[in-house]
């Protein structure tokens, strides 16, 4: 019999906990997962029954949370259970957050996230643990294929349970991303994505839940004008007039060669601008707002991509290959911050400092306008 102590702390913890003590016995069916029925930053602690389970149990899961991680109680426990597991397993188990996350405690143990190829890692982890009854890896793997589909539903749903304190714009515009296939979020200080910048379905994301003010900063910009997200600049002379704060910074062809040669892999891509000007000249001029209120270029290096969504700041950085220039950055990983964090506001500054370093688009014939 593999005994499993697991650890948990809050709603969405003990969400968490309350599941995978069921569906760790459908993959394991020899494993015996036990969790107290009270949670450990409440009631009474450190009952003679826990100090039992964790004298009798092999392994413990720790579920951790972006709201609990800090907790005093399960830092506690987690060092109980290494204490008293001696050469045995603890493992952090984390929903919203990357290992990278995790302080004090912790960070001594191997972390696991609620990726599939992860998961498996700690099944297997699991496994080995019973030795001579320990199951065979493909049938090991089987039970886990045909079971992972209910716990990435269960996932999903514990996920979306909203955290005490949080900000309804940045977590309304997280939740958005998923109905255009793009990938579940790290939640932690700030939400991970591992791909989709640049993508159309985040500028359909943008488009839709911007409600008080939109900014890109990117290159060529170029799905932002194709004719999925016409919907929008149909009706962006009204939102302007109505308050909406919209700016577009695009890179300018005519910057210095040096800028053009390190901003993308492309050797075109001085053509490509034009043309990304040309179509997006030709979008603008149909909204009749005033364009060079609102789209403009800049000749400069940049090292950061961001977008800025009400009170969500989204950002990537540009990463270089060997010889110096910018990597593609459509379907990259991309970062979403609280416009009001420290950080979030240099990354507001840094928009602000090169719109008002750059040049106004000529709303006539789709030149930069010089500045006096």
């Known amino acids: 019999m593999l005994n499993i102590f697991i650890s948990w702390s809050g709603e969405r913890s003990r969400a968490i906990a309350e599941f995978l003590s069921q569906w760790l016995r459908k993959v394991i069916q020899i494993s015996k997962p036990w969790m107290s029925d009270f949670d450990i930053e409440k009631g009474k602690r450190w009952s003679q029954e826990i100090g039992k389970k964790l004298l009798s149990h092999k392994i413990g899961i720790i579920c951790v949370t972006p709201e609990n991680y800090k907790a005093s109680w399960l830092l506690f426990e987690a060092g109980a259970l290494s204490k008293s597991l001696g050469d045995a ?57 045909m079971n992972w589909p209910e716990l990435e539903e269960k996932i999903s749903e514990i996920t979306k349970i909203e955290i005490p304190g949080s900000r309804a714009k940045v977590s309304r515009v997280i939740r958005a991303f998923a109905r255009y296939g793009l990938p579940e979020p790290i939640m932690g200080s700030q939400a991970f994505f591992s791909s989709g910048f640049e993508s159309h379905g985040l500028y359909s994301t943008l488009t839709e839940v911007a409600k008080d003010r939109l900014y890109i900063f990117g290159r060529k910009n170029r ?73 403009r270029m800049y000749d400069v290096s940049r090292t950061m991509v961001c977008m800025i969504v009400d009170d969500a700041v989204l950002y990537s950085p540009v990463s270089m290959d060997e010889s110096g220039r ?7 990983p991309f970062s979403v911050i609280n416009a009001n964090s420290e950080f979030g506001k240099e990354l507001i500054d840094m928009f602000k400092s090169h719109w008002n370093c750059s040049n106004p688009i000529n709303k006539d014939e789709g030149r930069t306008c010089q500045s006096t």
Request: glycine share 4%; proline share 4%; with cysteine.
């Open 89 to 145: 397993k603890v493992c952090p188990l984390l929903l919203g957050m990357s290992p990278s996350e995790l302080s004090g405690p912790l960070t001594q143990f191997q972390a696991t996230i609620f990726d599939k190829k992860d998961f498996f890692k700690l099944i297997k982890a699991l496994n080995s643990e019973i030795k001579d009854l320990k199951i065979e890896e493909k049938i090991l793997k089987d039970a886990f294929e």
């Open 223 to 295: 799905k932002f004008f194709d004719k999925e997200h016409i919907e929008f600049f149909n009706g962006l002379k009204k939102r302007v007039e109505e308050g909406f704060d919209f700016k577009l910074l695009c890179l300018d062809p005519n910057a210095p060669e040096h800028v053009l040669r390190t901003a993308h892999q492309d050797d075109d891509l001085k053509t490509q601008l034009e043309g990304c000007i040309k179509s997006a000249m030709d979008v603008l001029n149909m909204t009749n707002i005033t364009v060079e209120n609102h789209f």
């Open 326 to 332: 910018a990597k593609k950055l459509t379907k990259a």
